[in-house]
T-cell receptor, first 112, second 117 residues
Framework: QKEVEQDPGPLSVPEGAIVSLNCTYSNSAFQYFMWYRQYSRKGPELLMYTYSSGNKEDGRFTAQVDKSSKYISLFIRDSQPSDSATYLCAMSANSGYSTLTFGKGTMLLVSP | GAVVSQHPSWVICKSGTSVKIECRSLDFQATTMFWYRQFPKQSLMLMATSNEGSKATYEQGVEKDKFLINHASLTLSTLTVTSAHPEDSSFYIC?????????????FGPGTRLTVL
């Protein structure tokens, strides 16, 4: 079993849809949880950061962490064609100074 | 947030030559930086951890003599691909840790695409 599992997609949705992206993990030591968005041929861009369990909202994006289930989610409301990208979940046991463990990334396609 | 830059963004070189990629933290100091490699449609693979003033730590399977890392200052780390071959063609990305009020994570550079002919 891999440390972080993420469905690679692609996930295709129409514009305006609510998108749900998920990752599961096996290492109970993970405490720092991130979602990065990566456009083609670009570096990953930090979207959401969560420490430990709970929800965090930023505009159209909501991140949820359920440590008891070892499950994290990213919700995108009112999806736009510009949201079409690969979304990577990442996590670490210690601070940002420690190595990140990534999921494979989910490719999202939002059609107009 | 924090800004990390990379230079060049794209480089093409002949087989056997060496290529240097720079990673800079623009508005903060980074005593540690990370170098990743990414193949098409795959996730990021950590190559090495760069530490200012000391030797880099390489991940298992990464040739330290081929991928030379120098962390010369608190804002600059360089990755030199020596005697590059076509199989070294890839997307190289660096990151730097940032600890702000609301986050303790890594910010990534825009990446460098290396093509070895």
């Amino acid at each position: 079993q891999k440390e972080v599992e993420q469905d690679p997609g692609p996930l295709s949705v129409p514009e305006g849809a609510i998108v749900s992206l998920n990752c599961t993990y096996s290492n109970s030591a993970f405490q720092y949880f991130m979602w990065y968005r990566q456009y083609s041929r670009k570096g990953p861009e930090l979207l959401m950061y969560t420490y430990s369990s709970g929800n965090k909202e930023d505009g159209r994006f909501t991140a949820q962490v359920d440590k008891s289930s070892k499950y994290i989610s990213l919700f995108i409301r009112d999806s736009q064609p510009s949201d079409s990208a690969t979304y990577l979940c990442a996590m670490s046991a210690n601070s940002g100074y420690s190595t990140l463990t990534f999921g494979k990334g989910t490719m999202l396609l939002v059609s107009p | 947030g924090a800004v990390v830059s990379q230079h060049p963004s794209w480089v093409i070189c002949k087989s056997g030559t060496s290529v240097k990629i720079e990673c800079r933290s623009l508005d903060f100091q980074a005593t540690t930086m990370f170098w990743y490699r990414q193949f098409p449609k795959q996730s990021l693979m950590l190559m090495a951890t760069s530490n200012e003033g000391s030797k880099a730590t390489y991940e298992q399977g990464v040739e330290k003599d081929k991928f030379l890392i120098n962390h010369a200052s608190l804002t600059l780390s360089t990755l030199t691909v020596t005697s590059a071959h076509p199989e070294d063609s890839s997307f190289y990305i660096c990151s730097a840790p940032w600890r702000g009020r609301a986050e303790d994570t890594q910010y990534f550079g825009p990446g460098t695409r290396l093509t070895v002919l």
